[in-house]
Each structure stands twice: as structure tokens, then as C-alpha cells.
């Protein structure tokens, strides 16, 4: 398996290419991973796959319908495209609110007990992580249960702007909130009628309220960074579960551990954007994989 690895790593330099080299093809069987897993420190990091089975879905998974998420730049720069958003996060947030950890959340989460992992990274802003008790996690985008004020920096919990909001546009929720209702994994419906709906503002300054989560074109808030390189760098190998890997603020951890010579276990359907890296490519669901990791280790 390191042998298999540091060839990748020579050929991404030979190409000069860096993580943009050729895919090498890396070992794919639960075995290969155990072996490169077993008796070291682990750090995990994890994306929207990890969550599709409880019923969250993905934005980039196989088959997952095209759909682009909302930027940070929509958001602040128009008041009628942020009244949208709202709308329908007013509805979705309690839907990801009913969510449960499924096995994959479960299987970390006792890694994490049993001292095999060392901590987790997630690009998820759903929590269940937290709610299947793992303890050292940061969310590296945020979470969807905090709002934070964009004028004096005020937190409040998602619930409490529930019932400011319940107040202003009685029913609203209820009225809109239908058993097929689509779901983003941002805590966002898709509704076709936001007429009526209000936004609330921050009790204190007036100023513009957002869900605490990290949006296209924004950056992830630097403590956070350094949190998820430490969770990293503690560890002795990198296992990633349910990301594609697209978007850079995941990819780079792959980048730096493979960088810093450890072992990189990936777990996911489809290729991601890091295959190359990897040491040892599992294509399956992290919920089985991770179940079965956790029985082996
Ligand atoms: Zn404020």
C-alpha cells in the first residue's frame, strides 16, 4: 500500500503536475484499507455522502439532481434574493433538524471512544456527527442550528429565530412545509411561493441575519482552518468519508497530509477529485464501509 502510494506521489512530481497528475490507480478492497489503518491515529474527514443516508441529500453525489447552491454574494448584495432564501430555510432547517446519524456517523463516532480516531473534520453543517457523539469535530462550513449577525456579530440558535420568525409570519412554515418538500443539505426547501414571508433582522443592531454556514465564495473563518490542519496533523493517517472532494476547502487536507507522507484512505461512491492521492480507494457506501471499518480495526 505505501509503496503504491509514494509511486503516486513520484509520478504527481515527475508530471510536475502536482494533485492535478494523471490518476494512479490505488488499492480498492476493505482489506487494503484496514491494513493501512491498523494501529495508527486516525483524523476523518467527511462530506455530504456521509449524511444521503439520513436522508440528506447530496449536492455532487451520483445521480443527485443539478442544482446551484446560493453564494455568499447573492445573499448580502440582494434583499429579495436573501427574503427567498430565508423563506425557504424557514421550512427546510426543521427537516434537517428530524434527521438522525446513520451507521457511518455511528461507526466514528466509537472509533472515536475507542481512541482509534483522533478527531473529525466535516464539510456538513447538519450536526449529526455531534448528535451521534462524536466530540472533537469541527465544522469546517459551519452548522445549520446557529445564525449569526453580519452587522455587531451576534449568535443566536436557529430554534430561538424560529420563534421570532413564527411570530412575524404565523402558520408560514406549517403552510409550506409538505411531506415531498425538496431539501438541500444547507437546510434549504425548494418552494415555489415565498410571497408573505419576512425576514427578521438582529435584535440588537438591526443588522442582516445568516444562518452560520459557509456559502459558495466565502471563506472559511481562519481559527476554524487551523482547528481542522490540527485535527490533521495530530494523526498518523487521513481517512475520508462521503466527499467528492470538489471543493478546495476539503481537498487541501488531503493535499497536506499526502504532503506530509501519511497514508490517505478514501471512502466514497465515485471518483474524487483526490483518487491520486489516495493510498487506498474504497468506491462505496460510507455508511456499510465505515460500519465494517470499525468491526475490522
Ligand atoms: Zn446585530
Given at each position: 500500500?505505501?509503496?503504491?502510494?509514494?509511486?503516486?506521489?513520484?509520478?504527481?512530481?515527475?508530471?510536475?503536475?502536482?494533485e492535478d497528475a494523471a490518476p494512479a490507480v490505488p488499492p480498492r478492497t476493505l482489506a487494503d484499507a484496514v491494513e493501512v489503518l491498523a494501529g495508527r491515529r486516525v483524523a476523518v474527514l467527511t462530506g455530504a455522502g456521509i449524511s444521503t443516508d439520513s436522508g440528506i441529500p447530496d449536492y455532487r453525489g451520483p445521480g443527485s439532481p443539478p442544482r446551484r447552491p446560493m453564494t455568499y454574494q447573492q445573499f448580502v448584495g440582494d434583499p429579495a434574493f436573501r427574503r427567498t432564501y430565508w423563506a425557504r430555510n424557514h421550512v427546510g432547517w426543521r427537516h434537517v433538524h428530524r434527521t438522525n446519524p446513520?451507521?457511518?456517523?455511528?461507526?466514528?463516532?466509537?472509533?472515536?471512544?475507542?481512541?482509534?480516531?483522533?478527531?473529525?473534520?466535516?464539510?456538513?453543517?447538519?450536526?449529526?456527527?455531534?448528535?451521534?457523539?462524536?466530540?472533537?469535530?469541527?465544522?469546517?462550513?459551519?452548522?445549520?442550528?446557529?445564525?449569526v449577525c453580519l452587522g455587531c456579530g451576534a449568535r443566536i440558535g436557529r430554534a430561538e429565530l424560529a420563534e421570532r420568525l413564527e411570530a412575524l409570519i404565523p402558520g408560514f412554515a406549517e403552510a409550506h412545509d409538505v411531506p415531498d418538500v425538496e431539501i438541500a443539505p444547507d437546510a434549504d426547501a425548494v418552494l415555489s411561493a415565498t410571497a408573505g414571508f419576512v425576514v427578521a433582522d438582529?435584535?440588537?443592531?438591526?443588522?442582516?441575519?445568516?444562518?452560520?454556514?459557509?456559502?459558495?465564495?466565502?471563506?472559511?473563518?481562519?481559527?476554524?482552518?487551523?482547528?481542522?490542519?490540527?485535527?490533521?496533523?495530530?494523526?498518523?493517517?487521513?481517512?475520508?468519508?462521503?466527499?467528492?472532494?470538489?471543493?478546495?476547502?476539503?481537498?487541501?487536507?488531503?493535499?497536506?497530509?499526502?504532503?506530509?507522507?501519511?497514508?490517505?484512505?478514501i471512502v466514497n461512491r465515485g471518483a474524487t477529485r483526490s483518487d491520486h492521492l489516495a493510498t487506498v480507494k474504497l468506491d462505496a457506501g460510507t455508511s456499510e464501509a465505515l460500519a465494517a471499518l470499525e468491526a475490522a480495526l
Open positions: 500500500m505505501a509503496s503504491t502510494y509514494r509511486e503516486a506521489v513520484s509520478a504527481a512530481s515527475a508530471t510536475g503536475r502536482g446513520n451507521a457511518g456517523h455511528l461507526a466514528l463516532a466509537r472509533l472515536e471512544a475507542r481512541g482509534v480516531v483522533g478527531g473529525l473534520v466535516t464539510q456538513n453543517v447538519d450536526r449529526l456527527h455531534l448528535l451521534a457523539g462524536s466530540r472533537r469535530v469541527v465544522e469546517l462550513h459551519g452548522s445549520y442550528a446557529d445564525v438582529c435584535a440588537r443592531c438591526g443588522g442582516v441575519l445568516k444562518p452560520d454556514i459557509t456559502y459558495f465564495g466565502e471563506q472559511v473563518p481562519r481559527e476554524r482552518v487551523a482547528a481542522a490542519y490540527a485535527v490533521v496533523d495530530e494523526a498518523e493517517a487521513l481517512l475520508v468519508a462521503g466527499s467528492s472532494l470538489t471543493v478546495l476547502s476539503g481537498r487541501r487536507f488531503v493535499t497536506h497530509a499526502a504532503r506530509a507522507g501519511r497514508p490517505v484512505v
